[in-house]
C-alpha cells in the first residue's frame, strides 16, 4: 500500500520592507496600526487549512495573546523539548521533534491535507526541505532596521511563480506565490535531516 500524498504546506505571514518578521526580541508591535482592508484575506486562508505547524518559540508568543487564535485548528509544535501546554488546550496541541519532510509524512498519515507552516526558524527549514508549495507574503511600510528575519540561508536557488499582488488603502502589498515545479523537487528531499525548530 502507497503512502500518503505529503499535504500541501503553504506560509502566511507579514513582514517589513526590510524583510523583518519581529523585533530582535520577538516583538511584533509594529504590526498593531496595520489592518489593511480587514483581515487582509487571513480568515479565508485559516479557514482553508486543517493543521498549523509551528515552533516553540511561535507557541510560546501566541500563549501570551488574550485568546488563543487557533480554535478548530490543529496545531503541531515543533520542538526537542517538551513545552507546558495549558490545560485548555491539551488535546489540540501536539508535539512533534522531526524534520520537516518526516513531520509532514507523519500528518498525511493522520488526515491532515493542507498545512500552515508558521514561525520564522520553522519556515526556514520547510523551504530549505523543498516543503513550501505557496507564500503568502504581506508587506507592511514599515522599516524595522534589524530583526528576525523571515528568510534565511538556501544551499541553491528557489523560484517562485507570481500569482497575484493586492494593494490595501493603508499601505500593505500582499503577494502570493507558488513554488515553480522544477524548484520543488520534494521526493529527492526526503532524507533531509534538517531538525525540529526547538
Same mark, same amino acid.
Given at each position: 500500500?502507497?503512502?500518503?500524498?505529503?499535504?500541501?504546506?503553504?506560509?502566511?505571514?507579514?513582514?517589513?520592507?526590510?524583510?523583518?518578521?519581529?523585533?530582535?526580541?520577538?516583538?511584533?508591535?509594529?504590526?498593531?496600526?496595520?489592518?489593511?482592508?480587514?483581515?487582509?484575506?487571513?480568515?479565508?486562508?485559516?479557514?482553508?487549512?486543517?493543521?498549523?505547524?509551528?515552533?516553540?518559540?511561535?507557541?510560546?508568543?501566541?500563549?501570551?495573546?488574550?485568546?488563543?487564535?487557533?480554535?478548530?485548528?490543529?496545531?503541531?509544535?515543533?520542538?526537542?523539548?517538551?513545552?507546558?501546554?495549558?490545560?485548555?488546550?491539551?488535546?489540540?496541541?501536539?508535539?512533534?521533534? /522531526?524534520?520537516?519532510? &518526516?513531520?509532514?509524512?507523519?500528518?498525511? #498519515?493522520?488526515?491532515?491535507?493542507?498545512? %500552515?507552516? +508558521? !514561525?520564522?526558524?520553522?519556515?526556514?527549514?520547510?523551504?530549505?526541505?523543498?516543503?513550501?508549495?505557496?507564500?503568502?507574503?504581506?508587506?507592511?511600510?514599515?522599516?524595522?532596521?534589524?530583526?528576525?528575519? /523571515?528568510?534565511?540561508? &538556501?544551499?541553491?536557488?528557489?523560484?517562485? #511563480?507570481?500569482?497575484?499582488?493586492?494593494? %490595501?488603502? +493603508? !499601505?500593505?502589498?500582499?503577494?502570493?506565490?507558488?513554488?515553480?515545479?522544477?524548484?520543488?523537487?520534494?521526493?529527492?528531499?526526503?532524507?533531509?535531516?534538517?531538525?525540529?525548530?526547538?
Amino acid at each position: 500500500m502507497s503512502e500518503p500524498a505529503l499535504p500541501h504546506a503553504s506560509v502566511f505571514i507579514a513582514t517589513s520592507l526590510d524583510g523583518f518578521i519581529a523585533r530582535d526580541d520577538g516583538a511584533i508591535d509594529w504590526l498593531e496600526q496595520w489592518s489593511g482592508d480587514g483581515d487582509c484575506g487571513y480568515s479565508d486562508f485559516i479557514a482553508s487549512v486543517d493543521t498549523l505547524v509551528l515552533g516553540r518559540a511561535s507557541f510560546e508568543k501566541v500563549l501570551t495573546f488574550e485568546t488563543w487564535p487557533y480554535a478548530g485548528v490543529r496545531v503541531v509544535v515543533l520542538s526537542s523539548g517538551s513545552p507546558d501546554i495549558p490545560d485548555a488546550l491539551r488535546g489540540s496541541v501536539e508535539i512533534l521533534n /522531526l524534520p520537516p519532510i &518526516l513531520c509532514l509524512r507523519q500528518l498525511a #498519515t493522520t488526515g491532515s491535507r493542507r498545512v %500552515y507552516v +508558521d !514561525g520564522g526558524l520553522t519556515i526556514q527549514r520547510f523551504l530549505r526541505a523543498g516543503a513550501i508549495q505557496d507564500l503568502i507574503l504581506t508587506r507592511v511600510p514599515v522599516l524595522l532596521g534589524s530583526g528576525r528575519p /523571515l528568510f534565511g540561508e &538556501l544551499a541553491n536557488d528557489m523560484v517562485w #511563480t507570481h500569482l497575484e499582488t493586492t494593494t %490595501y488603502p +493603508d !499601505g500593505l502589498v500582499q503577494s502570493r506565490y507558488r513554488i515553480a515545479p522544477s524548484t520543488n523537487e520534494r521526493s529527492a528531499m526526503a532524507n533531509s535531516h534538517d531538525g525540529a525548530q526547538r
